[in-house]
């Protein structure tokens, strides 16, 4: 100021000065004097800090529910759950996974010490009741979901049966007294298991065809199996889906159809991108009448096989004879491989004995209740590399009716998938946006143009992970790959690292060591958290996205909390103290 008490500087020039400082400093400048003050507010001043700060494409616009640059900034530095506020370490082995229920007031975690553990989360966070299932023949505990009302757990094992030989079991655990309420058989022990309902689940079986050709069942069950009504089974069939290539369905999870019309956060500004460039990642819809579509890349059937499908007057069941014939006689080259002749005739067989897909998924009525049932798969090689879809519609969400499913025909042994997306990759983890619009998918990619010639040997993995998004209102993916985790193990080694989304942000584990929060507009990286071995879960709270839970092989579950909740816990304490810009105080050095 002058001695006139007017500005020595008009606003423009400070504009341009403050435009060289950082934000650290842009807040201090901004006390010197009501003008500073007002320049230190700017808009446009915060718009060039937010993008030039947190390195965010200029293609990319503010978050929609942001009200000023200023705030927006302050969002992404003061509410990320980055602060270890708790180390909590009652398992004595690896923990695999952590779940919150729907309340938020309390969540489970799975461990190798064959233990569940059910935990009160409250400021701070206490063990309420621990469940030893090695009586139950398990080796441990892997996974665990709250039922929509939170009054049961599915707990998820590995199961030791006859000869050492290892499946997997579900558990319903009741939140009422812990009492154990059933038990239910589940193969590959990595179908997991999940809820469709408050009082329903769904689980697995495999049965063995040939060497590479199995058959997956997924069942529906009562979670309390003493259950004995005429009209109610504990358990009926829900779909039966034909494996080729010695693949196997894993990893089940239900999204909710009814929910996409109102979702918490839209990430669509990257369409119009997104449509005029090749997607690595293309969505193969198995309903389509086009052949071209078959999920078969780059696999040409033998010429003796193709001609049996194209030729226009021979049914598969006709083809499947002639075929064998043809290979009796000699007429089939060049000769094939023992597997490749198991996949052919395994090919053959299907298009006869599978009932048609449903209709089109994207003409889903917004109002009606079917779900989606959303699992990993494959078609080359026994590396989950694909998605797939299937509807459930509402008459196939309770076990009343007939034990073996829905009635078909006599000769339609398999159900088809309604759709499949394909990664071209190892999938290792999968999670659901809060409001079930969206698809997260961890995936270490395979070499570009790889061929796959023997199903037992897949390509070797990308140590780099790769984090998808995919809309299942459209079937598309929406977001370029999130970057920054890492995995290190082979394919046949490979384990499932499991991520979780909130309203605003996606957390995942790695095998480096630490686990990341992305933000889910920006498309960027905001924290990395320290562990000491394997970061294998992570877990935000459904209604405190400020509250972060990571477990890991260090044996450790964390407990994270942003700046700002660590801000509001120390003022209940009674503590004379005055922060000005607090919110800048806690930057990480």
């Given at each position: ?15 341009e ?5 950082d934000?650290v ?7 010197v ?5 007002a ?8 718009k060039?800090l ?8 200029r ?9 000023s640059w ?15 506020v ?6 004595n ?17 799975c ?15 206490s ?10 023949n398990?080796?441990y505990?892997?996974f665990?979901?709250f039922?929509s ?9 590995v ?8 499946s997997g079991?579900i ?13 239910v ?6 179908v997991f298991?999940?809820?469709?309902n ?11 065809i ?9 069942w ?7 259950v004995?009504s005429?009209n109610v089974n504990v ?21 909710d159809?009814s929910?996409?019309?109102s ?11 997104a ?10 819809d198995?309903g ?11 696999q ?12 226009g ?16 006689e000699?007429?089939?080259r ?12 395994a ?10 897909p ?16 959303i ?16 509807r ?13 499913g829905?009635?078909?025909?006599s000769?339609e ?16 983890g999968?999670?659901?946006?809060p ?15 790889c061929?796959?010639?023997?199903p037992?040997q897949?390509?070797?993995?990308a ?22 985790h ?6 046949e080694?490979?384990?499932f ?15 480096d060591?630490?686990g ?6 920006y ?25 972060l839970?990571t ?10 909390r942003?700046p ?5 816990q ?5 503590r ?14």
């Open positions: 100021m002058d001695a006139g008490g007017g500005p020595l500087l008009p606003d423009s020039v400070l504009y000065i403050f435009l060289y400082l934000h400093d842009v807040l201090s400048v901004g006390l004097c009501q003008q500073w003050h320049v230190a507010r700017d808009e446009f001043l915060w060039e937010f993008y030039r700060y947190y390195r965010v494409s293609e990319v616009p503010r978050h929609p529910a942001a009200v200023y705030d927006e900034f302050q969002r992404l530095y003061d509410t990320i759950p980055c602060v270890e708790q180390a909590l370490k009652e398992h082995d690896q923990v695999l996974h952590l779940s919150f229920s729907h309340s938020g007031c309390l969540f489970a975690s461990s190798k010490d064959c233990t569940v553990k059910i935990w009160s989360n409250e400021l701070d966070i063990l309420q009741h621990s469940s030893n299932m090695r009586p139950y398990w080796s505990t892997q665990s979901q039922n009302d939170d009054s049961l757990l599915l707990v998820s094992g199961f030791v049966g006859p000869h050492n030989s290892s079991e558990a319903v655990i009741s939140m009422e007294n812990f009492t154990l309420l059933s038990r058989r589940n193969k590959p022990y990595d298991g999940c809820w469709l408050e009082t329903n689940l769904i689980s697995g079986n495999l049965h063995r040939g060497r590479i050709t199995s058959c997956s069942v997924l529906l069950n009562n979670a309390f199996q003493g004995e005429e358990v009926k069939r829900l779909f039966k889906i034909q494996n080729l290539n010695a693949s196997t369905i894993r990893t089940v999870m239900v999204a159809c929910r996409y019309d979702p918490d956060l839209l990430l669509d500004y990257e369409e119009q991108l449509a005029s460039s090749t997607s690595t990642c293309p969505v193969f198995l389509s009448d086009s052949e071209e579509e078959e999920v078969k890349p780059k040409t059937p033998e010429p003796a096989v193709q001609e049996l499908l194209d030729e007057g021979v049914t598969a069941e006709d083809g499947l004879q002639q075929f064998f014939d043809d290979i009796m000699g007429r089939v060049p000769a094939m491989t023992e597997t490749e002749l198991e996949t052919k005739v090919e053959l067989f299907v298009r006869s004995r599978t009932k048609p449903e209709l089109n998924l994207l003409s889903t009525d917004s109002n009606s209740k079917t779900k989606y049932l699992f990993t798969t494959g078609c080359l090689t026994y590396s989950p590399h694909q998605i797939g879809i299937k459930i519609l509402p008459h196939q969400m309770t076990t009343a009716g007939p034990v073996l829905e009635e078909r025909r000769d042994f398999f159900d088809s998938l309604d759709h499949v997306i394909d990664i071209h990759g190892h999938i290792i999968m999670g659901l946006s409001d079930h619009r969206y698809l997260y998918v961890n995936s270490r990619a395979w070499p570009r143009d061929v796959i010639s023997d037992m897949p390509p070797p993995i140590e780099e992970i790769d984090l998808h998004v995919f809309d299942l209102k459209t079937m598309k993916e929406v977001k370029r790959a999130l970057r920054a890492r995995a290190y193990t082979p394919n080694e490979c384990f690292i499991f991520l979780d989304v909130s309203r605003d942000f996606v957390a995942s584990g790695a095998e060591r630490h990341y929060i992305w933000d889910r507009h498309n960027i990286c905001l924290a990395k958290l320290q562990h000491d071995n394997v970061v294998n879960s992570v877990a935000f709270s459904p209604v405190e996205q400020e509250l839970l477990a890991s092989d260090d044996t450790t579950i964390k407990v994270w942003s700002r909740a660590v801000r509001i120390q003022a209940r304490k009674p004379p103290r005055k922060l000005l810009f607090s919110w800048l105080m806690n930057q990480k050095s």
